[in-house]
């Protein structure tokens, strides 16, 4: 169906005059006894058209006034007869599709446990709309910031048989029935499709340190899957992930690299969806704007773990978990740590290596390894990522203390066999990150059909 862009006619004062064709939803209509006014949207621009009717030309199909309802509208672009702007006389308006009284979509505002009910109409409400513009833009910029930076973009297989973060959280991938018959978990998987245990990747970090040994540098940007069973508002099952690996990249150089790509993001959002983020303003998170605006200024914080944990102990707030060197930093901590103290985006670094990956480096104390965690006021941890430790010796003695099985990873092995050199790299939650830039508070409202432990709807 040959028709022009909404956003097109609303940017575009030199198509007044003309004749136009615009498809779209209703959004509100309002009815009087000579004219008949509709707000179109076609999902182009956040502001909508209005279509004007005079009724004493038109003989309006009243389902066409319906919330909801998808039109084709003919007519001529005029000055909007209030305010700035353009808007639509219509000569012809065809009913494309009715919507009855009972779209659950209306027009006072509905909650977003509600919404989150209805996962395939969600996006007809303002502030999905408005989200998933943003996801775009978002995406978009990302795979700019690494393009103008010469780094390859490769994809990093979804089904594996290592688990990256050896965290245990790995969805099996498999065919078999279960057959209780077998007498134990290797057999089992040996008459699997791939004749090994196999799973949907927790992070493409592994291959990516192979692509970067060879291209120097590479992203992924695909998705990660982790069978976590924490079920919070910051944790999907399925997430998009952002994996930087660069070859001669030490821990300081990953550090600037991903406070360079979060500004990077941040500016191209406020850049690009100006009026996206006005309405997460006044809707979603009052002075959000000016939040973006002093992180997009200001220089991150860095601090050791050792100082976080003794800034925790430090701290006169009653933590569920008390802060002890040695323990993983729990999300109170964090946002203790961005909020109260630094009141800006902070980069942990150095944690204990009991706590973290077997693949950091390890630092010359013998206790600490070379990771770092940005964590950011409202959510936490945003990005993980570390310099990766480059010493067969030492790497596989890390291996050994976490009971891993070394043939799996020989490959990766080789990589330190073969011209090992340092190198380093992060991750970020690409839904982390939208929260972040939108103030949306769960992460379930940045996603297209969120998946979660006992969810998918
Ligand atoms: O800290 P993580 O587990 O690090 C890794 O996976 C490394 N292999 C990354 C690397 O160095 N290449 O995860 C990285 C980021 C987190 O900081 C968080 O933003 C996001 O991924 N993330 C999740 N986002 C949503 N739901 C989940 N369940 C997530 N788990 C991690
Ligand atoms: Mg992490």
Redesign the pocket.
């Known amino acids: 169906m040959k028709h022009t862009d909404i956003c097109e006619i609303l940017k575009d004062p030199a198509r007044i005059g003309t004749q136009a064709v615009v498809c779209g939803w209703v959004r509100t209509s309002r009815d009087s006894a000579q004219v008949a006014f509709l707000e179109l949207s076609d999902g182009t621009s956040f502001p909508r058209l209005q279509v004007v009717v005079d009724k004493n030309k038109l003989d309006l199909d009243p389902e066409c006034m319906k919330l909801g309802a998808s039109v084709c509208v003919k007519g001529e672009v005029v000055k909007a007869y209030k305010g700035e702007g353009q808007e639509l006389n219509a000569s012809e308006v065809v009913l494309l599709g009715k919507c009855p009284s009972d779209y659950p979509i209306q027009k006072k505002r509905a909650t977003l446990d509600f919404l989150r009910t209805i996962p395939h109409l969600r996006l007809r409400t303002n502030t999905f709309a408005a989200v998933f513009r943003v996801r775009s833009v978002a995406a978009q910029a990302i795979h700019r910031f690494f393009a103008e930076r010469r780094y390859y973009y490769v994809n990093a297989p979804l089904i594996t048989a290592s688990d ?2 050896g965290a245990g959280e790995m969805f099996r991938v498999t065919t078999r029935p279960w057959n209780a018959s077998e007498p134990d978990e290797a057999s089992y998987y040996k008459a699997d499709f791939f004749g090994v245990k196999a799973g949907l990747s ?2 493409g ?1 592994l291959e ?1 340190e192979v692509a970067a040994t060879a291209l120097g540098k590479i992203y992924t940007f695909g998705p ?1 899957f ?1 069978a ?1 069973n924490s079920n919070t508002t ?4 399925e ?1 998009w ?1 952002i ?1 930087p ?1 660069v070859a001669f990249m030490e821990l300081p150089d990953v550090i600037e690299l991903a406070e360079e790509l979060l500004k990077y993001l941040i500016r191209a959002v406020m850049e690009e969806c100006p009026e996206e983020l006005k309405f997460f303003d006044s809707f979603v998170e009052k002075g959000l704007i000016e939040k973006l605006r002093g992180v997009e200024s200001s220089e991150f914080a860095v601090c050791e773990y050792t100082e976080a944990i003794r800034l925790l102990q430090a701290a006169n707030v009653p933590f569920r978990y008390p802060a002890e060197w040695g323990c993983d930093l729990q999300t109170e901590h964090e946002r203790y740590l961005t909020e109260r103290v630094f009141l800006k985006p902070v980069f942990v670094i150095n944690y204990p290596k009991e706590i973290k ?1 077997f693949y950091m480096k390890q630092n010359p104390d013998g206790k600490t390894v070379a990771a770092t ?1 940005l964590l950011v006021p409202g959510i936490g ?6 310099e990766r430790e480059a010493d067969p010796e030492k790497l596989m003695r890390a291996m050994r203390e976490r009971n891993m099985d070394m043939a799996a990873y020989k490959q990766y092995l080789d990589l330190r066999v073969f011209g090992s050199v340092p190198h380093g ?5 690409f ?2 990150f939208l929260m972040y830039v939108t103030g949306m508070e769960n ?1 379930r409202d940045v996603v297209l059909f969120p998946r979660s432990a006992g969810s998918i709807v």
Do not use: T
């Open positions: 990256c973060e927790v992070s970090q990516g990660s982790r976590e910051r944790h999907l099952a997430f992930h994996e690996e990956s965690d941890e945003i990005i993980g990522g570390s790299g992060f991750g970020l939650g839904e982390r992460i």
